[in-house]
């Protein structure tokens, strides 16, 4: 698939496992803001190689695992 950019936000999403992003390799952008998000898995962004952006405003996520990404991110927004 070829996705440049990606909004998921309010949509009651509650955990992304590491299938969800599998064939997204182009994504850039991925807006997940204002879900229920919990949890993330650990290998839930493995492929997104491309990313530069990630929402993760306004969710009910208290921590994040120190490998949960294997690429830099340029900007990420959370709660804190």
């Given at each position: 698939?070829?996705?440049?950019?990606?909004?998921?936000?309010?949509?009651?999403?509650?955990?992304?496992?590491?299938?969800?992003?599998?064939?997204?390799?182009?994504?850039?952008?991925?807006?997940?803001?204002?879900?229920?998000?919990?949890?993330?898995?650990?290998?839930?962004?493995?492929?997104?190689?491309?990313?530069?952006?990630?929402?993760?405003?306004?969710?009910?996520?208290?921590?994040l695992?120190n490998?949960?990404?294997?690429?830099?991110?340029?900007?990420l927004?959370?709660?804190?």
């Open positions: 698939l070829f996705f440049i950019q990606l909004r998921k936000a309010i949509n009651n999403i509650e955990f992304i496992n590491s299938e969800l992003f599998k064939s997204a390799q182009n994504l850039k952008r991925l807006y997940l803001n204002k879900n229920s998000l919990y949890e993330l898995n650990v290998n839930a962004f493995k492929n997104l190689n491309n990313l530069i952006y990630l929402d993760l405003s306004e969710n009910n996520l208290q921590s695992d490998n949960l990404f294997s690429i830099y991110v340029i900007k927004i959370t709660n804190t």
